[in-house]
Every structure is written in C-alpha cells, then in structure tokens.
C-alpha cells in the first residue's frame, strides 16, 4: 500500500531489524526517508538499497547514548532533510538481568535509548508538525511494555514508559493534528538477540521476522489523516514467546 507522495519519514535505529524493514517498506512505498543509527557504513548500506527503489534516502549517524545530544541532532536533520511527515521511534537495546543484579548505569542506558531517546527524537521534529498542523509517530514499543518477565525488568520499565509516553502525547497532539501510534510486537527475530547485554535461549525460528513488523507501521502510517490506530499489538501466530 503506497501513501501520498512527497512524504518524508525520519526512522531510528534504521540501520538493522525492525528500522532497516521498515526503511525498505517506505521507500517501496515513495517515501523519502532520513536514516537515523550509530553506525554511518551500515546506515549507508541500507541508504543505497532505499535510493535503488527511487526515493531520496538521507544518512545521519547520532549515538543516542549521548542522550542530550539527541533533540539539537534531530533539529538539524530537520533542517537539513526536510520537515518530517512520519518519526517511527525505533532505536532501542535488549537487556536481559534481575533487577538486583542490575546496575545504576545500565538501568540508565537502557532507560536513555529506549524511552528517553524516543522523547528527544520527538521533541525534535514536533515543531514544525505544530506548524503544519499534521504529523505520524509511530513508537515502537513490544509486548514487555504491557506484560511483564522475569529478568527483563529494565527492559519492561523502559517500553511501559514508552506506552504511557505515547499515551500522554496522543491527548496533547491531537488537537494540533499529529496522530501518534504505539505498536507492540512480541519477539521479533533481529540482531538484538545476538547482543552482549541479552541471554535468552528462544526459538527464534517461531518470532515474528521484521518485515511483517515493517507492513503493519506502513499501514499505520497509510490511514487516511482523519483516522489513527492508537495502539497495535502485533505477536507471532506461534503465541508470545
């Protein structure tokens, strides 16, 4: 399903997973796109498979670990890019300890680039969707911000934040005509598995793959303006894992 043309989206953590599907979804579909991630060579890579498909694709390396550079950042891809249609706030980690055995600084980090992140991304481009009277979020959460699991307390504290976030900024854009959107998937099969800061020993061949993922936020995104899903949960027919 394509949308309108001429539209720009600004994705996060566009680099792998969930962003870099969803990257490939929207330039299917005709839509500009701002690539957001650490990794400039890997950004690049995907930049190139978007601008194959006849889209403007646009890379801009930021470390949302720097956590106050993040708005003044998104503020000039602004400038430089464009005034973004659609922010899908993607960029996140996986952290998996007991809550005891987990500290200050991790809880923090896991915190900054999973919620707070998403907060600085959209304090960023919110201007000028005020201004213009129209805008899409999209906050990709995951089905630990509605049910909680052993060992993954951080991580689940960080994306209910994330759902309560989306939650409050819904009420306060609505009347200024930005839509905002919550999808929760459940596992999804990514490189976040392979990450240092996870041990868990899932099938991954029963998760969801991020291309699926990737189809439900280019529907979100493909409603009509005067419609919005306000939350999506999205799990794998083989249940959550």
Not at 86 to 91: D, E, G, Q
Not at 97 to 118: E, G, Y
Not at 237 to 241: D, H, P, R, V
């Given at each position: 399903?394509?949308?309108?043309?001429?539209?720009?989206?600004?994705?996060?953590?566009?680099?792998?997973?969930?962003?870099?599907?969803?990257?490939?979804?929207?330039?299917?579909?005709?839509?500009?796109?701002?690539?957001?991630?650490?990794?400039?060579?890997?950004?690049?890579?995907?930049?190139?498979?978007?601008?194959?498909?006849?889209?403007?694709?646009?890379?801009?390396?930021?470390?949302?670990?720097?956590?106050?550079?993040?708005?003044?950042?998104?503020?000039?891809?602004?400038?430089?890019?464009?005034?973004?249609?659609?922010?899908?706030?993607?960029?996140?980690?996986?952290?998996?300890?007991?809550?005891?055995?987990?500290?200050?600084?991790?809880?923090?980090?896991?915190?900054?680039?999973?919620?707070?992140?998403?907060?600085?991304?959209?304090?960023?481009?919110?201007?000028?969707?005020?201004?213009?009277?129209?805008?899409?979020i999209i906050?990709?959460?995951?089905?630990?911000?509605?049910?909680?699991?052993?060992?993954?307390?951080?991580?689940?504290?960080?994306?209910?934040?994330?759902?309560?976030?989306?939650?409050?900024?819904?009420?306060?854009?609505?009347?200024?005509?930005?839509?905002?959107?919550?999808?929760?998937?459940?596992?999804?099969?990514?490189?976040?598995?392979d990450t240092?800061?996870?041990?868990?020993?899932?099938?991954?061949?029963?998760?969801?793959?991020?291309?699926?993922?990737?189809?439900?936020?280019?529907?979100?995104?493909?409603?009509?303006?005067?419609?919005?899903?306000?939350?999506?949960?999205?799990i794998s027919?083989?249940?959550?894992?």
């Open positions: 399903m394509s949308i309108e043309p001429k539209q720009r989206a600004l994705i996060t953590g566009a680099s792998s997973g969930i962003g870099k599907a969803t990257t490939i979804a929207f330039a299917g579909a005709g839509i500009d796109v701002a690539l957001v991630g650490r990794s400039f060579e890997k950004l690049k890579v995907v930049a190139t498979a978007a601008e194959n498909m006849g889209v403007i694709a646009k890379v801009y390396p930021v470390d949302f670990s720097y956590i106050d550079q993040v708005e003044p950042k998104m503020l000039e891809v602004a400038s430089d890019f464009g005034d973004i249609d659609i922010l899908i706030n993607n960029a996140g980690i996986a952290y998996t300890a007991n809550l005891q055995d987990t500290p200050l600084k991790d809880w923090q980090d896991v915190i900054n680039i999973n919620l707070t992140s998403a907060f600085q991304c959209t304090m960023g481009v919110l201007p000028s969707m005020r201004q213009r009277r129209i805008g899409t906050n990709v959460a995951s089905i630990a911000g509605q049910k909680t699991f052993p060992g993954w307390g951080a991580y689940c504290v960080s994306k209910a934040g994330l759902i309560a976030f989306s939650q409050v900024l819904a009420q306060e854009e609505k009347i200024n005509g930005i839509r905002i959107t919550t999808i929760c998937p459940g596992s999804v099969n990514t490189e976040l598995w240092k800061t996870v041990n868990a020993g899932f099938d991954r061949s029963c998760m969801l793959n991020p291309e699926i993922v990737a189809q439900s936020i280019l529907y979100i995104a493909s409603l009509p303006q005067q419609a919005v899903v306000d939350e999506l949960t999205l027919s083989a249940g959550i894992l």
